[in-house]
């Protein structure tokens, strides 16, 4: 019986997961490293160092640890910049409407996401009080693909993974929420995510009904 509902943040909540792929992208192309948006999917869902990593051995690049460091802070800062403009208009359609039904519903919701900065995003987008409990990303041993912040988020909210549904745009997401034994939704392309139990292409698709029609089958 569907209990919960644990959402990712960056490309499923707001669009985010672009803010991303710039920032990702200025820092490659500076380093010399192709970098265009098929090799991005690699990247969604994943830390920030473990993306760093991936992106330096596609560039044959090897770095001192402190460069890595300083490379991966000054992506940071320029992604920060362009949260600090999010604000609620930048909630991705029917997301919203699709929270307030599932707490009206009495269903427990949670964020799952690998990213540090989840908290000053979900924030500004005025959605902290829609969302029962938030995984600190900084507390997660094991990124996605593995299932760590999803059984995490479920037991935050008191539920089995068994009674909830995940919500992801990312391969790597999906995979995880999979791993977790949990309903995945997709979010995005459907070859990408065919992983996924379910795939919308907009986040408009996304509503009560819907998710237990499809649960039902
Ligand atoms: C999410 C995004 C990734 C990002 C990761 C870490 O999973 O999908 O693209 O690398 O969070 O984000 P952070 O804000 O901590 O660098
Ligand atoms: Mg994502």
Request: aromatic residues 6%.
């Amino acid at each position: 019986q569907l209990k919960g509902i644990i959402f990712d943040l960056d490309g499923v909540i707001t669009d985010t997961a672009e803010y991303h792929y710039l920032a990702w992208k200025q820092l490659a192309e500076d380093l010399g490293i192709p970098f265009d948006r098929t090799f991005n999917e690699k990247l969604k869902g994943i830390s920030r160092m473990e993306s760093l990593e991936i992106i330096l051995e596609e560039g044959n690049i090897t770095l001192s640890e402190e460069e890595k460091q300083r490379q991966a802070a000054q992506k940071n800062e320029h992604y920060k910049t362009m949260i600090e403009k999010i604000t609620p208009d930048d909630l991705l359609p029917g997301v919203k409407s699709f929270m307030e039904e599932a707490k009206a519903a009495g269903l427990k919701t949670a964020l799952a996401s690998a990213s540090k900065n989840a908290q000053a995003v979900i924030e500004r987008l005025e959605v902290t009080h829609l969302l029962d409990s938030v995984v600190d990303a900084a507390t997660v041993k094991q990124g996605k693909p593995h299932p760590e912040v999803f059984l995490r988020a479920a037991e935050q909210i008191g539920l089995n993974a068994s009674e909830c549904v995940g919500v992801e745009d990312a391969q790597a997401g999906v995979k995880a929420i999979k791993a977790a034994d949990m309903f995945a939704v997709g979010v995005g392309d459907p070859v990408s995510l065919q992983e996924a139990d379910w795939v919308i292409q907009d986040t408009k698709l996304l509503t009560l009904d819907a998710l237990k029609e499809k649960l039902n089958k």
